[in-house]
T-cell receptor, first 113, second 114 residues
Framework: GNSVTQMEGPVTLSEEAFLTINCTYT??????LFWYVQYPGEGLQLLLK?????DKGSNKGFEATYRKETTSFHLEKGSVQVSDSAVYFC????????????FGTGTRLQVFP | DGGITQSPKYLFRKEGQNVTLSCEQN?????MYWYRQDPGQGLRLIYY???????QKGDIAEGYSVSREKKESFPLTVTSAQKNPTAFYLC?????????????FGPGTRLTVT
């Protein structure tokens, strides 16, 4: 079945460091891909998305490119801030006629000043 | 402000008691979802509803029940049959049947059963 695999955390970085959080997926068809962010004690917020191969999603300095050839959707940011500390979830939709999402296990990011 | 409301934020219950978690949205969304989040795990889908008066089981529906009598509301009941109910529960909604519609999440309810 469809699945999402994320790198395990926590990822610990100093402020202004470069961030990569790896995400790979297994899916039939042509899923859409998402990154959600969860700040402590809160629900999830959509960070960015890509709906077809080679699309790049971007928001708040974060980027991810939908790579069909490597089945990946890695999250990157050039310079992280302390306020980026959160848990990041990669997710895919299962296909047309459904909004169901399959989530990865989440990667905790800790940024220190 | 449009959004999703979950109440209460923290809920404590004794083992053997049923408990109902509230989820309300004023986004005029057709679809609503309930997820369970456990430490170190991703979100797992409990139930979802794509339209009023209709709902389907997700991946871990055993021990849970839902209703969808109104578009705005999708309450989740955690029954005594749920063997490990302590978890963080998240409600979400989306516009409807389209692959690129994002899901909007509520702030969550942390349920502790002792």
């Amino acid at each position: 079945g469809n699945s999402v695999t994320q790198m395990e955390g926590p990822v610990t970085l100093s402020e202004e460091a470069f961030l990569t959080i790896n995400c790979t997926y297994t899916a039939t068809g042509y899923p859409s891909l998402f990154w959600y962010v969860q700040y402590p004690g809160e629900g999830l917020q959509l960070l960015l998305k890509a709906t077809k191969a080679d699309d790049k999603g971007s928001n708040k300095g974060f980027e991810a490119t939908y790579r069909k050839e490597t089945t990946s959707f890695h999250l990157e940011k050039g310079s992280v801030q302390v306020s980026d500390s959160a848990v990041y979830f990669c997710a895919l939709s299962e296909g047309y006629n459904t909004d169901k999402l399959i989530f990865g296990t989440g990667t905790r990011l800790q940024v220190f000043p | 402000d449009g959004g999703i409301t979950q109440s209460p934020k923290y809920l404590f219950r004794k083992e053997g008691q049923n408990v109902t978690l509230s989820c309300e949205q004023n986004l005029n969304h057709d679809a609503m979802y309930w997820y369970r989040q456990d430490p170190g795990q991703g979100l797992r889908l409990i139930y979802y509803s794509q339209i009023v008066n209709d709902f389907q089981k997700g991946d871990i529906a055993e021990g849970y029940s839902v209703s969808r009598e109104k578009k705005e509301s999708f309450p989740l009941t955690v029954t005594s049959a749920q063997k490990n109910p302590t978890a963080f529960y998240l409600c979400a909604s989306s516009k409807g049947l389209a692959v690129s519609y994002e899901q909007y999440f509520g702030p969550g309810t942390r349920l502790t059963v002792t």
